[in-house]
């Protein structure tokens, strides 16, 4: 599973970079993957409010945010940090949040869905310097919209009154010890899915399309990962179109090698698509072969039915061994 971490505050090492730090390693202790984005670090331009996204579904800005979409819609558990300024989250991190809009496009304007937001969560930890009663309502309730557009369920937040100077966070009597245990009640169960890899040739079409209905109809049971033994440099646009016919969004996704996804993911069942591609070999994993034909290049009609297949094949076996 795969936790990302949004780090709000422009101040690299204070006390919000120090509070999620310790969620994040809570995390990894337990066996999670993370990533921790420097927010104020990154190029992400003020949205421009040009229409493009509700429109054609993406956002023209060629900047950060387009490898910050892709991590989003990668991440089981969102963790969103920030000090609070005058009652909201940073300028930064509110940059990030408002180019957010063309993943609630995708979602709302054009109705596809992508395949982890049944079961993403997202958390909030906020740190303010004084003691107002209603330090936190905004920044919540910004974090729950936020959260919502990028396909997370909000998990709730911790927020800590009286946050100034540097150091404050590590002298709090409770605070790091929270954030650790909240990243153990999310992170824990998370960890416990099945882990399921698919496998064809370029991971441009066939293992792409199993491994999002499995993450779909299952993602509450499995943990999933596709790759391919040589890999193509984009994911297949007929695949896309037909999983978009669908209702399954297929944004953002790039073709992964095996050996890159084996260095951090170690399945329990590897899933290949057909006689052409060698079957990984990882200790304990168990291998169900799939006689798929590649559909790539042979039109929009073939690839409809490859997913079809597809789709009560994962059904089948997921739906029987899982349930």
């Known amino acids: 599973m795969f936790v990302l971490g949004l780090q709000g505050s422009p101040r690299g090492k204070g006390n919000t970079a120090s509070l999620l730090a310790a969620f994040l390693e809570e995390a990894e202790n337990l066996g999670a993957r993370t990533r921790q984005l420097d927010v104020a670090k990154l190029n992400i331009r003020p949205c421009q409010e040009c229409g493009t996204c509700d429109r054609k579904g993406f956002c023209p800005l060629d900047d950060d945010m387009q490898e910050v979409y892709r991590l989003l819609w990668k991440a089981d558990l969102i963790v969103m940090a920030t000090p ?36 993403r969560k997202g958390f909030m930890l906020a740190v303010g310097a004084t003691k107002g009663k209603n330090l936190f309502e905004g920044t919540e309730l910004t974090a729950k919209y936020f959260f919502d557009a990028v396909g997370a369920h909000f998990e709730g937040s911790l927020g800590y009154r009286m946050i100034e100077e540097r150091g404050d966070i590590a002298q709090h009597p409770t605070a790091l010890a929270d954030a650790r245990g909240k990243a153990a009640d999310l992170v824990g169960p998370l960890l416990k899915k099945k882990k399921i890899l698919f496998v064809c040739r370029e991971n441009a079409c066939r293992s792409q399309m199993a491994s999002a209905f499995a993450q ?3 993602g509450d049971r499995l943990d999933v990962e596709s790759a391919g033994s040589a890999p193509a440099a984009e994911i ?7 999983m978009r016919e669908k209702g399954i969004d297929m944004a953002y996704r790039r073709p992964a090698s095996l050996d890159a996804v084996l260095e951090f993911f170690h399945p329990e069942l590897i899933v290949p698509m057909g006689c052409e591609e060698a079957c990984p070999l990882f200790p304990g994993a168990g291998v169900e072969q799939w006689d798929i034909p590649d559909p790539a290049g042979k039109g929009i009609a073939f690839m409809r039915e490859i997913r079809d297949e597809l789709e009560k094949k994962v059904k089948s076996l997921f739906g029987d061994t899982i349930n």
Do not use: N
Request: aromatic share 18%; proline share 7%.
């Open 236 to 242: 297949d646009p007929d695949m896309v179109r037909a």
């Open 84 to 119: 609070i300024f005058f009652y909201g989250p940073t300028a930064q991190l509110k940059a990030l949040i408002d180019r957010s809009q063309a993943l609630w496009a995708r979602k709302y304007t054009h109705k596809l869905t992508d395949p982890g937001r049944k079961w």
């Open 216 to 218: 779909f109809h299952f």
